[in-house]
């Protein structure tokens, strides 16, 4: 059975400091990979996708994947307390299911 | 704004009542999926379907749960003989192709609450 783990938190990160989100995989042959972001009673929200090993910035966030440690992270730089929020992470792999999420990390930025 | 529609957003139903939860996909896209998430929990894949197609239905209950997206009109999802262990929020996502290549988009959900 498919699994992706995330520390369920809450991480607590001061304002303007970098959020650091973690994510393992179980399945090897995954070859997309999501964060989304949920506030409180709403609905996910993509924020990044990466499909490939290495970096991929977009403003404020930084992706990285590693496929051989099947591990996927989130950085958030100068973190704003706007960014308190779940984190999901999701895994697209070769079958025929849809995205499999882990259970999210509750993130509080502390102004 | 043409993204994922859904409706209700709130739905209320009593036990042993059938609940029908409404999606359509942001225009132009032919895939839909439909999860559900419990207080606390993360997103629980249910059923993925293309037009007049199921694909994978396999995290649906087997029992009173179906789902269907018809040629015209919006995605269906159908409980039927509530129970409270049903309530929770159901999200539908739409991509325009294969799900390994393209990110998901949610719709606002529908909160199924069973007294």
Not at chain 2, 52 to 69: H, L, Q, V, Y
Not at chain 2, 72 to 80: D, F, T, V
Request: hydrophobic residues 30%; contains cysteine.
């Amino acid at each position: 059975q498919k699994e992706v783990e995330q520390n369920s938190g809450p991480l607590s990160v001061p304002e303007g400091a970098i959020a650091s989100l973690n994510c393992t995989y179980s399945d090897r042959v995954s070859q997309s990979f999501f964060w989304y972001r949920q506030y409180s009673g709403k609905s996910p929200e993509l924020i990044m996708s990466i499909y490939s090993n290495g970096d991929k910035e977009d403003g404020r966030f930084t992706a990285q994947l590693n496929k051989a440690s099947q591990y996927v992270s989130l950085l958030i730089r100068d973190s704003q307390p706007s960014d308190s929020a779940t984190y999901l992470c999701a895994v697209a792999g070769g079958g025929a299911d849809g995205l499999t999420f882990g259970k999210g990390t509750h993130l509080i930025i502390q102004p | 704004n043409a993204g994922v529609m859904q409706n209700p957003r709130h739905l209320v139903r009593r036990r042993g009542q059938e609940a029908r939860l409404r999606c359509s996909p942001v225009k132009g896209h032919s895939h839909v999926y439909w999860y559900r998430q419990l207080p606390e929990e993360g997103l629980k894949f249910m059923v993925y379907l293309q037009k007049e197609n199921i694909i994978d239905e396999s995290g649906m209950p087997k029992e009173r749960f179906s789902a269907e997206f018809p040629k015209e009109g919006p995605s269906i999802l159908r409980i039927q003989q509530v129970v409270r262990g049903d309530s929770a929020a159901y999200f539908c996502a739409s991509s325009p192709r294969d799900r390994v290549s393209s990110p998901l988009h949610f719709g606002n959900g529908t909160r199924l609450t069973v007294t």
